[in-house]
C-alpha cells in the first residue's frame, strides 16, 4: 500500500515537471487561440463509460497534453500532443482519435482504460503584412 502511494506520489511530481517543462500553449501554438477537448473515458475498449470531460485549453493554459488513466493506482495515461502538433501544424479545425492506455492488468491482460477524444481548434485572426486582418478591419 505505501509503495503504490509512493510510486503514486513520484508519477504527480513527474507530471507537474511535465507540465511546466510543456510551457504554455501561446509559446507552443501562437496561432492558438481556443482549443476544446471531449475526452470519453472507458473501461477496456468502449465497453462501459466511466467519464466524459471537456477540457478548455487557452493560450495561457500548459501545453501539456498529457491526460492521466482514470484508473485506480495507474500512474500511466494518455500522450495527446503528438496528434495535436499534427493538427495544428496542418491548420486543420479539428480531429477526432482513441487511445488505449499502455498501463495494464498484467503481461497478458487486455486494455484495461481507454480514451476516444475529438480536438477543437479556434486560431487567431491571420493578420496580412498591412496590418489587416482577412475581413478587412485594420487592428490597432
Request: proline fraction near 5%; charged fraction near 20%.
Amino acid at each position: 500500500m505505501a509503495r503504490r502511494q509512493a510510486s503514486r506520489s513520484i508519477r504527480a511530481i513527474e507530471l507537474a515537471k511535465e507540465r511546466l517543462g510543456a510551457g504554455l500553449l501561446s509559446d507552443k501554438f501562437p496561432r492558438v487561440s481556443k482549443m476544446t477537448i471531449l475526452a470519453t473515458y472507458y473501461y477496456g475498449w468502449k465497453d462501459s463509460i466511466l467519464m466524459v470531460r471537456t477540457i478548455n485549453v487557452f493560450p495561457n493554459s500548459s501545453a501539456c497534453f498529457h491526460l492521466q488513466c482514470p484508473i485506480k493506482d495507474c500512474i500511466h495515461g494518455f500522450d495527446l500532443a503528438p496528434g495535436i502538433a499534427e493538427l495544428v501544424k496542418k491548420g486543420g479545425k479539428s480531429a477526432k482519435g482513441s487511445a488505449a492506455c499502455s498501463g495494464g492488468n498484467g503481461p497478458d491482460s487486455p486494455v484495461h482504460a481507454s480514451v476516444s477524444y475529438e480536438i477543437t481548434v479556434q486560431y487567431n485572426p491571420a493578420n496580412s503584412s498591412d496590418g489587416r486582418t482577412k475581413n478587412g478591419s485594420k487592428d490597432v
